[in-house]
C-alpha cells in the first residue's frame, strides 16, 4: 500500500515538474506514456476491462488527451493526443515500407525546422497582405526585414513595386529558405540570409515585418525598442504586443480577414539630471 502511495506521489510531483517547464514536447510524451502506462495498469489490474488492441488503443488515446489537458497543453493538442495512437495503429497496418516514415519526418523536419523551440510555425502571408504592407511603407527609400520570410512570396511582391528600397529576409528553416533564396535570385533589392532572426543586427531597418505567434510577440518588441532608430515601424500580421497599444490597426480585405498591427519605435527614454 506505501509502495502505491509513494508511486502516486512520484507520479504526480513528475506532473507538475512538466507542468511547470512547459515545454510542449516534453509535455505530450509524458501525456502519451503515462496514458500508455495507466492502460498497463488498468489491463493488468481488471484482465477483463481490455479484451481487443482496439480498446486499449481508445482508452490510451482518450486517457493521454486528458493528461494533456491537465498538463496545461494548448488546446489544439487534444486532437493530437487523440489521433496519435490510433494513427500509428493504423499505420502499421498499411504495410508502408520503414524508409516512408523516415522520408516524411525528414521533409516535415526541413519544413517546420525547431517549432518546437521558436512555437512559429509555417503558415504564409497572402498577396492581399502584401499589398497592404506596400502601403504602409515610407514614400523615400527604406530597409524593411521581414523575420521568418518563408519562402519569401511577400518579400518579393515588396521589392518589384519598391525597386528604390532594400528588402532582407531572414529564415531558419532549410526548405522555405531554400525556395526564398532561389526565387529571389535577379532582385538585387532583395536579400535572403539564413539564420536565427534572434542573432541578426535589425539597428538598420526601418521597417520589419513580423508573421509569427502570440508567443515571441513580448521579447520581439522589447528586442526592437533597443535595437531600432525611434519612428521605425514594426507591422506585425495578426499577433499584437501584450501591453502595447499599437499606433494602427489595418484591416486587410482578404477572406481571412487580415489585421496588421502597427507599432512606431518611441524616442529613446532621456535621462532625468539631478
Ligand atoms: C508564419 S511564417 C511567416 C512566413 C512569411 N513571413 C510570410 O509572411 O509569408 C513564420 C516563419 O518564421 C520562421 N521562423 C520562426 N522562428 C524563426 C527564427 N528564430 N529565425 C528565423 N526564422 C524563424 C518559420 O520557419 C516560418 O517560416
Given at each position: 500500500m506505501s509502495n502505491r502511495i509513494l508511486a502516486a506521489g512520484l507520479g504526480y510531483h513528475?506532473?507538475?515538474?512538466?507542468?511547470?517547464s512547459a515545454h510542449p514536447l516534453r509535455q505530450a510524451l509524458l501525456a502519451q506514456l503515462a496514458g500508455s502506462g495507466l492502460v498497463g495498469g488498468m489491463a493488468y489490474a481488471w484482465p477483463g476491462l481490455v479484451v481487443a488492441l482496439w480498446h486499449a488503443v481508445l482508452l490510451q488515446a482518450v486517457l493521454a488527451a486528458l493528461i494533456g489537458q491537465q498538463l496545461g497543453a494548448p488546446r489544439w493538442w487534444i486532437p493530437l493526443h487523440l489521433g496519435f495512437l490510433p494513427a500509428v495503429l493504423l499505420a502499421s497496418q498499411l504495410k508502408i515500407a520503414a524508409g516512408w516514415y523516415l522520408a516524411g519526418f525528414v521533409l516535415l523536419l526541413l519544413v517546420y525546422w525547431r517549432i518546437d523551440r521558436s512555437q512559429v510555425p509555417l503558415y504564409l502571408s497572402n498577396a492581399e497582405t502584401a499589398a497592404a504592407v506596400a502601403d504602409l511603407l515610407p514614400a523615400s527609400p527604406c530597409r524593411v526585414v521581414d523575420l521568418g520570410c518563408g519562402h519569401g512570396a511577400l518579400l518579393r511582391h515588396l521589392a518589384r513595386v519598391?525597386?528604390?528600397?532594400?528588402?532582407?529576409?531572414?529564415?531558419?528553416?532549410?526548405?522555405?529558405?531554400l525556395w526564398a533564396w532561389l526565387a529571389a535570385r535577379g532582385q538585387d533589392n532583395l536579400q535572403i540570409r539564413h539564420g536565427d532572426f534572434w542573432?541578426?543586427?535589425?539597428a538598420s531597418f526601418d521597417v520589419v515585418y513580423a508573421f509569427l505567434s502570440p508567443v515571441p510577440m513580448a521579447r520581439l518588441y522589447a528586442l526592437l525598442k533597443a535595437q531600432l532608430p525611434p519612428g521605425s515601424l514594426l507591422v506585425s500580421n495578426s499577433f499584437v504586443v501584450p501591453g502595447v497599444a499599437a499606433d494602427a490597426q489595418i484591416?486587410?480585405?482578404?477572406q481571412r480577414e487580415t489585421q496588421l498591427h502597427?507599432?512606431?519605435?518611441p524616442p529613446a527614454r532621456q535621462e532625468i539630471k539631478a
Open positions: 513528475l506532473l507538475m515538474r512538466v507542468r511547470r519598391r525597386p528604390d528600397c532594400q528588402f532582407v529576409g531572414v529564415e531558419h528553416a532549410p526548405l522555405p529558405w542573432q541578426v543586427s535589425l484591416k486587410v480585405a482578404d502597427c507599432y512606431r519605435m
